[in-house]
């Protein structure tokens, strides 16, 4: 029986990524992937910049001389339009001995990203499951940004109707208000829906403080903190990948 590697990729700075998750993208029978050309050319790149790095990481360990000639492996285009359509396939690869890779285009998988189906599926059948820790949005973005990160909410990205947000963001407030627990929030959010988002969210919480963190790891990173209306008037036309944090408690 083969195993189901979950593995982070870098969500900006190439450098980021762990000696694990080379060795392991590179000796996998398949890698499942959102874009297998952009796959392939971070394969690619990893090749190229970090090869010798791992020749020379532990030569004892007698699989690292097989980076000597490291191959492209077999990319599989895996995403929410085909998970329900390919998961029974693979788990069958799997069950056959196939080690498969799971990533996402950048960070951890799963985290609002495709995998949770194939995991499940995995697990149901005692196929073994090994998380290869490292880059994640998500984790950057709150221990960079100020706010209490003891407890936090994650809300992954918020719902498309205007209505279906604005219900929960109100539940988050009264929920919070009944426990009188304020764990730090984090969402992230599309550009283009930015200032819609923020507007709804000065509609339930008021013109609270807030932590934008955009382009994480990226040459143009940038943290930003103030309240919702001066979040509105500097991102009105913005672009790159953003993250929302907030803390009610902070506001008190």
């Known amino acids: 029986m083969g195993t189901l590697y979950v593995v ?22 398949i890698i499942l992937c959102e874009d297998t050309r952009r796959t392939g050319l971070l394969l690619q790149e990893l090749k190229k910049r970090y090869g010798y790095v791992l020749q020379q990481f532990n030569p004892a360990e007698r699989d690292f001389a097989l980076l000597n000639n490291l191959t492209i492996r077999q990319l599989i285009r895996y995403d929410d339009h085909t998970e329900q359509k390919i998961t029974h396939v693979l788990v069958e690869a799997l069950m056959s001995g196939k080690s498969v890779a799971l990533i996402s285009d950048a960070g951890t998988p799963l985290i609002s990203d495709p995998g949770y189906v194939l995991v499940r599926e995995a697990r149901k059948r ?3 499951v090994t998380s290869v820790p490292g880059p994640s949005a998500l984790l950057a973005a709150l221990t960079s940004s100020g706010l209490p990160a003891d407890k936090f909410f994650f809300l992954g990205y918020p719902p498309e109707k205007q209505s279906n947000r604005r219900k929960l963001f109100f539940c988050l407030f009264q929920c919070f208000k009944v426990l009188k627990q304020n764990p730090t ?15 709804d969210m000065k509609t339930v919480f008021g013109d609270t403080e807030i932590v934008i963190n955009r382009e994480l790891t990226k040459v143009h990173e940038e943290y930003w903190r103030g309240s919702i209306v001066q979040a509105i008037q500097h991102f009105a ?16």
């Open 237 to 252: 036309d913005t672009k790159g990948e953003i993250v929302i944090l907030w803390n009610q408690a902070s506001n008190t």
């Open 8 to 29: 982070s990729t870098p969500i900006g700075n190439l450098a980021d990524i762990t000696i694990r998750a080379v060795k392991t993208l590179f000796s996998v029978d």
């Open 126 to 128: 005692g196929i073994t």
């Open 185 to 199: 929030v984090i969402m992230y959010c599309a550009p283009h829906k930015l200032v819609r988002t923020l507007e």
